[in-house]
């Protein structure tokens, strides 16, 4: 089957274009992705799509670089493609994040993609990464240090990195440089060589060219053995991510930045799956991008497992994993503590509350402020009879609550958390408001809900007045 056929059943198989699509194809001069833009060329009119050449210079290369600029230019004039260029000064740009040429010449090159995306209302950047760059990156990867993610490999479609709003497409993923350069040959191209792509200084070049040259002298078909560890890996990793996107719809809150999972659910996850969390949860809080280094990942699983109530695993960019009491979060080491942090101390005795007065919550650093006047910053008003005797405490077995909107019904005080979808782990330790043996109020997210029997309303006797509540830091 020759290369178009191949590259049409491609993206048929894994419907990487969508008719009608504008697509953005990334274009150096050199024979991959020259081969590519030719054979997305010549399907053009059967798929119904619209193509965008986009090239940028990286100014690493002076003349030669021009010189490669130009020659796209020529041939999008020549095949009437309408053609995008820019020039990036990709050296200063990696002195300036602190990351290598080639990395910070990748960020670039997909930056200005998704620019072009958006200028012309496209959803899709092809580029021409083949099975032999595969080979390499799983090489390099496993030489730098990876785990399942990054032995996955380059995905045939994949959002565009820093762009998750577009695609990445690399319909050549399963297509060797062998081929390409047959391609080329055959057509008739005449790709621009780029001379740093023999600089066996760079890691990459140093893969191709000295380290799977020797190892095939052991295995021949050593590339293809790494290709195929790439899809195996891939398919395992989508199984993992499978398995942790039920563990996060169940069992994991996302509240104010905030990552938490109650601690016995963590304990009871597979140890595959224990990793997996910590590293999405650092990267929900932190860089998406950036994966969390092994060591970081290994030493917050055994403080989740092991650690004492307080203790904290750091990250780069100001994450952290921290213990509370029955709970595991990754949060930002800096966000402010959320009004729903007023949990009580666990097996809390019940307290009198001044009626007015403030009364100060031992175990924490908070107080309960009650008026009988109006207050601007009141959290709710709570209606009571007077010379009632009002307490705080967490809920008891038995306890039963009349929630507004029932009209005055009453049901279990557990139902009525599971049905506002409370974490049982807080469950035990959110604070109530006690009048004369009923539930008057409880803390849920930082709001007073207030009972039916307790709602301030006009037609109450003159013996029940109204009290205004309100949660201060103490100073």
């Known amino acids: 089957m020759d290369l178009r056929n191949k590259i049409l059943r491609i993206i048929h198989k894994y419907a990487l274009i969508p008719p009608h699509s504008t697509i953005i194809v990334g274009v150096s001069g050199g024979p991959d992705s020259l081969a590519l833009l030719h054979v997305l060329y010549r399907l053009q009119q059967e798929l119904s799509y619209k193509i965008i050449v986009a090239t940028v210079d990286h100014r690493l290369r002076g003349d030669a670089g021009r010189a490669d600029a130009l020659f796209v230019r020529q041939l999008a004039d020549e095949w009437d493609l309408p053609l995008v260029m820019d020039e990036i000064d990709v050296a200063q740009l990696a002195d300036v994040y602190g990351m290598g040429v080639e990395e910070a010449g990748r960020v670039a090159r997909y930056d200005f993609f998704a620019r072009v995306a958006r200028e012309h209302h496209a959803a899709i950047v092809a580029v021409a990464h083949h099975a032999d760059d595969q080979a390499e990156t799983i090489l390099m990867r496993i030489i730098r240090g990876t785990g399942v993610t990054g032995l996955g490999g380059m995905a045939m479609c994949s959002p565009l990195p820093g762009h998750p709003e577009l695609q990445l497409i690399r319909p050549f993923l399963q297509i060797t440089r062998a081929e390409i350069m047959r391609y080329c040959a055959d057509e008739a191209l005449s790709p621009r060589e780029d001379a740093t792509n023999f600089d066996t200084t760079l890691v990459r070049n140093a893969l191709?060219?000295?380290?799977?040259?020797?190892?095939?002298?052991?295995?021949?078909?050593?590339?293809?053995?790494?290709?195929?560890?790439?899809?195996?890996?891939?398919?395992?990793?989508?199984?993992?991510?499978?398995?942790?996107?039920?563990?996060?719809?169940?069992?994991?809150?996302?509240?104010?930045?905030?990552?938490?999972?109650?601690?016995?659910?963590?304990?009871?996850?597979?140890?595959?799956?224990?990793?997996?969390?910590?590293?999405?949860?650092?990267?929900?809080?932190?860089?998406?991008?950036?994966?969390?280094?092994?060591?970081?990942?290994?030493?917050?699983?055994?403080?989740?497992?092991?650690?004492?109530?307080?203790?904290?695993?750091?990250?780069?960019?100001?994450?952290?994993?921290?213990?509370?009491?029955?709970?595991?979060?990754?949060?930002?080491?800096?966000?402010?503590?959320?009004?729903?942090?007023?949990?009580?101390?666990?097996?809390?005795?019940?307290?009198?509350?001044?009626?007015?007065?403030?009364?100060?919550?031992?175990?924490?650093?908070?107080?309960?402020?009650?008026?009988?006047?109006?207050?601007?910053?009141?959290?709710?008003?709570?209606?009571?009879?007077a010379?009632?005797?009002?307490?705080?405490?967490?809920?008891?077995?038995?306890?039963?609550?009349?929630?507004?909107?029932?009209?005055?019904?009453?049901?279990?005080?557990?139902?009525?958390?599971?049905?506002?979808?409370?974490?049982?782990?807080?469950?035990?330790?959110?604070?109530?408001?006690?009048?004369?043996?009923?539930?008057?109020?409880?803390?849920?997210?930082?709001?007073?809900?207030?009972?039916?029997?307790?709602?301030?309303?006009?037609?109450?006797?003159?013996?029940?007045?109204?009290?205004?509540?309100?949660?201060?830091?103490?100073?």
């Open 208 to 385: 191709r060219h000295e380290i799977l040259p020797q190892l095939e002298q052991f295995n021949p078909t050593v590339r293809r053995a790494l290709t195929q560890l790439a899809d195996i890996m891939m398919l395992e990793d989508d199984f993992v991510s499978s398995r942790l996107n039920d563990v996060v719809k169940q069992h994991v809150d996302v509240i104010d930045g905030r990552v938490m999972i109650e601690r016995v659910v963590f304990v009871g996850l597979h140890r595959a799956l224990q990793r997996r969390f910590v590293m999405w949860g650092v990267q929900q809080v932190g860089a998406a991008h950036e994966a969390p280094r092994y060591e970081r990942i290994i030493a917050a699983v055994d403080v989740a497992l092991t650690g004492h109530v307080g203790a904290v695993v750091e990250f780069p960019n100001g994450v952290q994993l921290r213990l509370d009491y029955e709970t595991v979060i990754i949060e930002h080491r800096d966000a402010p503590q959320p009004i729903s942090g007023l949990l009580l101390p666990e097996n809390f005795a019940a307290i009198t509350v001044s009626v007015p007065g403030i009364t100060h919550i031992p175990g924490t650093n908070w107080s309960l402020r009650l008026e009988t006047s109006p207050s601007s910053d009141a959290d709710a008003q709570l209606a009571i009879a």
């Open 387 to 475: 010379h009632a005797v009002l307490h705080l405490r967490s809920r008891r077995a038995g306890d039963r609550l009349a929630p507004p909107g029932l009209h005055g019904h009453t049901q279990k005080l557990k139902t009525w958390m599971i049905n506002r979808k409370i974490r049982r782990v807080i469950r035990d330790r959110m604070p109530l408001l006690i009048a004369n043996g009923e539930v008057a109020a409880i803390l849920v997210d930082g709001e007073w809900v207030v009972t039916e029997p307790f709602v301030v309303r006009e037609d109450r006797e003159d013996s029940v007045f109204t009290i205004y509540l309100s949660t201060q830091m103490n100073d």
